[in-house]
């Protein structure tokens, strides 16, 4: 399972949380996600792996950010098969801090892994396009239907724009899937330890 957290996070808070003011609102648990996922294909599947692929804020200009990013990563990491993966956020314009190289890493690691074999299906979950080449590769490697992708499905009748790759199928999450897997923990906050 790979997942691009940052739109993961986005496509949720787009899907069924439009107007919300909680940052919270559109996080998930990546393992209960990724089981969600499993649980819901056709035929018996064994989980071998969940790469997190996400933003790390600098801890100099946005020391909560990064505060936050390190507590959720390190639950994560707590988590089997559970593993993150982070590049620093790119300051360019300091107003507006982006991803700078996660999915390419991303779109690298689904390559590098189907080259070795490491699984018989890729499940991806990003509406990101730039990943299509890979979602390509992948396909051109290990054969059709060895490439799925997730999406999130809003539940008011806008529709989604999943990747649409031929012999890639597409799951359509729905909000009743979201609550499943949602986590409402606020990171920003720091939790005494006892």
Excluded at 72 to 97: F, G, H
Excluded at 117 to 132: H, I, M, P, Q, Y
Excluded at 134 to 157: K, N, Y
Aim: aromatic residues 8%; positive net charge; contains cysteine.
């Amino acid at each position: 399972m790979f997942i691009d957290y940052q739109n993961c996070y986005k496509g949720a808070r787009w899907a069924f949380f439009e107007h919300s003011l909680r940052h919270m609102d559109g996080q998930v648990y990546p393992r209960r996600l990724a089981i969600r996922l499993k649980d819901a294909a056709a035929g018996d599947r064994e989980l071998v792996g969940i790469r997190v692929y996400r933003g790390l804020p600098s801890s100099l200009r946005d020391p909560k950010g990064y505060g936050a990013a390190d507590r959720q990563m390190a639950l994560w990491k707590q988590q089997a098969l559970v593993e993150p993966i982070s590049r620093p956020l790119n300051y360019r314009d300091p107003a507006v801090p982006k991803e700078k190289g996660i999915d390419v890493r991303l779109a690298i690691d689904m390559v590098m892994m189907a080259i070795h074999g490491d699984f018989d299906v890729a499940v991806l979950f990003s509406d990101d396009t730039d990943l299509v080449p890979a979602i390509e590769a992948v396909l051109a490697i290990r054969g059709s239907g060895s490439c799925e992708v997730a999406t999130w499905v809003p539940s008011d009748g806008r529709s989604a724009t999943p990747l649409r790759v031929s012999g890639c199928l597409v799951h359509r999450l729905k909000r009743a899937d979201y609550d499943l897997v949602e986590d409402a923990t606020d990171y920003t906050v720091r939790r005494r330890r006892r």
